[in-house]
């Protein structure tokens, strides 16, 4: 089917699983070649084979640690060498290391800073500068509703989810005259396989939180992320989406 997607080129970061696998599908669907990056190749092939069956164009896959600075920009280099641009870029990568402040490792603070904030950092600051070039291109985080109203176990995870916000904010403001959206994607509580860990009643307490009374899906999340890389949204920047159910409003 030929979209206004169709042709489009995309890095989709933390694409192995989840959302980010989810993402990359949708995009695909669309005609858009992706950039597979995250730290499990195999995990990575896997999406790209189901891309590839459904009809969509062929992936790339990049095995990379978002988290190192000088991979990071390596690994956004050689994709735009090899796929000859970048139109989309969609920052999903990210991990959890909860636990109460007090009882928090520095360890654990500064892996998830340094993947879920830090990673967004290089790897934005890396497809900028083509997108600059162009004078137009998307850029979509995905953040979290833990970001805007904390979540206790969680303040390594929402101070690295609320910094996003900021950094969207900022850079929408940095780039815009160049025709480059930037703009958040903020989850609720959603049906991955990191809350499948979760027992029955942990979830149930979850979705009594949720207006719409259900977890949501990969597919909500990467419907929005649709939305906001297409010529729809072209006038959408600096904001933050939530798909929450109402959880948060």
Same mark, same amino acid.
């Given at each position: 089917?030929?979209?206004?997607?169709?042709?489009?080129?995309?890095?989709?970061?933390?694409?192995?699983?989840?959302? !980010?696998?989810?993402?990359?599908?949708?995009?695909?669907?669309?005609?858009?070649?992706?950039?597979?990056?995250?730290?499990?190749?195999? &995990?990575?092939?896997?999406?790209?084979?189901?891309?590839?069956?459904?009809? !969509?164009?062929?992936?790339?896959?990049?095995?990379?640690?978002?988290?190192?600075?000088?991979?990071?920009?390596?690994?956004?280099?050689?994709?735009?060498?090899?796929?000859?641009?970048?139109?989309?870029?969609?920052?999903?990568?990210?991990?959890?290391?909860?636990?109460?402040?007090?009882?928090?490792?520095?360890?654990?603070?500064?892996?998830?800073?340094?993947?879920?904030?830090?990673?967004?950092?290089?790897?934005?600051?890396?497809?900028?500068?083509?997108?600059?070039?162009?004078?137009?291109?998307?850029?979509?985080?995905?953040?979290?509703?833990?970001?805007?109203?904390?979540?206790?176990?969680?303040?390594?995870?929402?101070?690295? &989810?609320?910094?996003?916000?900021?950094?969207?904010?900022?850079?929408?403001?940095?780039?815009?005259?160049?025709?480059?959206?930037?703009?958040?994607?903020?989850?609720?509580?959603?049906?991955?396989?990191?809350?499948? &860990?979760?027992?029955?009643?942990?979830?149930?307490?979850?979705?009594?939180?949720?207006?719409?009374?259900?977890?949501?899906?990969?597919?909500?999340?990467?419907?929005?992320? &649709?939305?906001?890389?297409?010529?729809?949204?072209?006038?959408?920047?600096?904001?933050?989406?939530?798909?929450?159910?109402?959880?948060?409003?």
């Amino acid at each position: 089917m030929v979209t206004v997607m169709k042709g489009k080129i995309a890095i989709i970061t933390g694409a192995s699983q989840g959302i !980010g696998r989810e993402i990359a599908l949708v995009l695909a669907s669309e005609g858009v070649r992706c950039g597979l990056f995250a730290r499990n190749l195999q &995990k990575l092939e896997a999406v790209a084979s189901d891309i590839m069956a459904a009809g !969509g164009p062929e992936a790339i896959c990049c095995q990379v640690d978002v988290s190192k600075a000088e991979a990071a920009d390596a690994a956004v280099k050689q994709f735009i060498e090899k796929a000859g641009g970048i139109d989309f870029l969609v920052n999903n990568a990210g991990c959890t290391r909860d636990n109460l402040l007090l009882r928090m490792k520095n360890d654990d603070w500064d892996e998830v800073i340094a993947t879920d904030l830090s990673g967004v950092f290089y790897i934005t600051r890396a497809a900028l500068r083509p997108m600059l070039r162009a004078r137009g291109g998307r850029i979509v985080t995905i953040t979290s509703v833990v970001g805007e109203m904390g979540n206790a176990g969680q303040s390594n995870y929402a101070a690295a &989810k609320a910094g996003i916000i900021g950094f969207t904010k900022s850079v929408a403001r940095e780039v815009g005259s160049r025709s480059i959206t930037v703009n958040a994607v903020a989850p609720g509580y959603i049906d991955t396989e990191m809350t499948s &860990k979760l027992t029955d009643e942990v979830k149930k307490a979850f979705v009594e939180t949720v207006p719409l009374a259900r977890m949501g899906t990969a597919a909500d999340v990467a419907g929005t992320v &649709k939305f906001l890389v297409s010529d729809a949204a072209a006038y959408i920047t600096g904001q933050v989406i939530g798909v929450n159910g109402g959880m948060y409003m």
